[in-house]
């Protein structure tokens, strides 16, 4: 199967009271890993990269390789940029074939936000590719991004003007949660998401979330999640089948032999998140 939008997808999540599982992928391995999960499991999946990562190889490699995992297959598969912080890298990838855009203008006052939110949505819905944006903070670090801690909430007002004004598809929200390691058990404000989404009607996006214990991720999706974004446990999982691996065969040197108990690892938490999520079995509906 080609390549599809998220913008579908994610409208059936919200009619249907599931989310979809959004991952980071850093290599090929990885990239086969979650979409062998998503097989086994027959959901929907989002792939996506970020600018760190993009960084590292560009994003034609990285496209390159989740198009390929999407064609070999009948799952249905998106390729996404997360945390996009510029208009000509959205555009960039947007040109390049990404089919899922998100442009972060959340450190940006109010009013710029929205207007480089809005400069990005017109580029993409003009090739009919749907656009995440992001109000409130995700505090951490996570790759190159640097959150901030400072009042991490969003306010459900300025949610429902900023969506109004952008015309954005997704809206990720600012509820608690962190990029990174978490230090001690995260507690996401699900009080602050049931507010946006008394006034919001797009589908919202949780970022951050790996750490943050399962019943809190169903509890919001419940209130209004629809994508939920995975990145660093799925780094943790893929190092530690390496270094699994290597230990108690230290005199290997072909990458094949590290690398599968790695994709293992990875495939193994992917399918535990989609459980999770609730999308299992929902790429067959």
């Given at each position: 199967m080609a390549l599809v939008t998220?913008?579908?997808?994610?409208?059936?999540?919200?009619?249907?009271?599931?989310?979809?599982g959004a991952f980071n992928v850093e290599n090929m391995e990885m990239v086969m890993a979650v979409l062998a999960a998503a097989e086994e499991t027959g959901s929907p999946v989002i792939?996506?990269?970020?600018?760190?990562?993009?960084?590292?190889?560009?994003?034609?490699?990285?496209?390159?390789?989740?198009r390929a995992a999407a064609e070999r297959t009948k799952i249905p598969v998106v390729m996404h940029l997360d945390h996009g912080?510029?208009?000509?890298?959205?555009c960039k990838a947007y040109r390049t074939g990404y089919t899922s855009i998100m442009i972060d203008g959340s450190k940006l006052p109010f009013e710029d936000?929205?207007?480089?939110t809005e400069s990005v949505v017109r580029v993409c819905h003009s090739g009919g590719v749907p656009v995440e944006g992001e109000l409130g903070k995700v505090g951490g670090k996570e790759d190159d991004l640097v959150g901030d801690d400072s009042?991490?909430?969003?306010?459900?007002e300025e949610a429902k003007i900023f969506v109004e004004k952008t015309g954005v598809d997704f809206l990720a929200v600012g509820i608690g949660t962190s990029h990174g390691v978490y230090k001690g058990i995260p507690k996401v404000n699900v009080e602050v998401l049931a507010s946006i989404r008394?006034?919001?009607?797009?589908?919202?996006?949780?970022?951050g979330t790996s750490g943050v214990p399962d019943d809190q991720v169903k509890d919001c999706i419940s209130k209004g999640i629809c994508k939920v974004n995975y990145a660093t446990d799925l780094r943790i999982a893929y190092t530690e089948g390496v270094k699994a691996h290597l230990k108690e065969h230290p005199d290997d040197f072909d990458p094949k032999k590290y690398s599968?108990?790695?994709?293992?690892?990875?495939?193994?938490?992917?399918?535990q998140k989609m459980e999770v999520v609730g999308s299992c079995g929902r790429a067959a509906r």
């Open positions: 998220s913008k579908e997808m994610l409208e059936e999540a919200k009619k249907n009271g599931y989310a979809v792939m996506q990269t970020t600018p760190g990562t993009i960084k590292y190889a560009g994003l034609d490699y990285y496209l390159a390789n989740v912080n510029s208009f000509e890298l959205a936000n929205i207007s480089l009042n991490p909430y969003t306010d459900p008394d006034v919001v009607s797009i589908p919202l996006v949780m970022h599968a108990p790695a994709m293992e690892k990875v495939k193994a938490y992917v399918m």
